[in-house]
């Protein structure tokens, strides 16, 4: 059972939420603003494997756009239980590690 509420993608939500997952996997920051701007919730919206797009930017090795999300997500978005775990494998597995914007982690 679980108690924590989880955004869901909804039929209207899935273009746009596909296109910012592709824009942090690409590291395209001028597009993942541009698209924030209009839909400030996607940085919230999970998709497959339950993973926000902070951590497919992590796992794409993006230093930027990890930067740029970290700052957009904020701590507060990472309740999911292994949500940092997770993040921080992802960041040592790309040596992403000793960067001063995950001070919002701590």
């Known amino acids: 059972m679980e108690s924590k509420k ?3 993608r909804t039929k209207s939500q899935a273009v746009p939420s596909n296109c910012f997952f592709l824009a942090a996997a690409s590291g395209e920051v001028d597009i993942a603003e541009a698209m924030m701007e209009k839909h400030g919730d ?3 919206i999970r998709g497959k494997d339950d993973m926000l797009p902070l ?3 992590a796992l794409m090795g993006n230093e930027e756009m990890v930067e740029y999300l970290c700052q957009a997500t904020g ?3 990472l309740d999911h239980d292994n949500d940092l775990i997770e993040l921080f494998v992802s960041l040592i597995n790309r040596r ?3 960067k001063s914007y995950l001070l ?3």
């Open 6 to 8: 989880r955004k869901t």
């Open 42 to 44: 996607l940085v919230m």
């Open 55 to 57: 951590h497919k930017a």
């Open 75 to 77: 701590y507060k978005l």
């Open 96 to 98: 992403l590690y000793g």
């Open 104 to 106: 919002f982690l701590g």
